[in-house]
């Protein structure tokens, strides 16, 4: 019997998260077509059916990839949306400039979790996540109209559109129509325009 504990230290606590960092390398190098619970628990060094204990299928992956996904880019659109004392478009700066940050990251990671292809059984914490996530942005909205620093309106409606705007130019980095760090170089003017429209202002 191989000591697999003395060369792959790998017991049940930390061998979900060590296969989904390796599926999450593969989504990144090779895409969603190449990950394989076989290879996964090759690269890990455990049996093939070690990784069924953790997830029962592909699928079941490809949904927990995308909702850990999700955990990070919301701790860090939270985080983005919280700081006090800075006006709308700071505090709005920053969120856009966190979500375009992950987007930038991790492209492909993001394609997954905007995919919705899940499990049943996985739909109610899908559903929270992009709750949560969109979440972060009607809130800083709903702050800034009672503060008065924005116009009245539903939340949600009005951050529809700015996610739309900066979700857009995601795809575009990602379709190499723009260029990352000049698009992330030139946030603030984008932000600016998004708040204050096209129409002319007088000086």
Known sequence: MTPMSTSRPYHHGDLRAALLASAERTLREKGAGALSLRELARDAGVSHAAPGRHFKDKQALLDALALDGYARMNQSLT??????GQSFQERMTALARAYLGFAVENP????????RKHDPDSSARFAEAVDQSFGSLTRLIADAQEQGEIVPGDPERIGNVAAASLHGLAALIAGCALDAEETLAGLDDHVHLLLHGLKPRSP
Not at 79 to 84: C, D, G, I, L, T
């Open 108 to 115: 492909e990671l993001l394609e997954l979790m905007f995919a």
């Open 79 to 84: 985080a983005a949306a919280a700081p006090a």
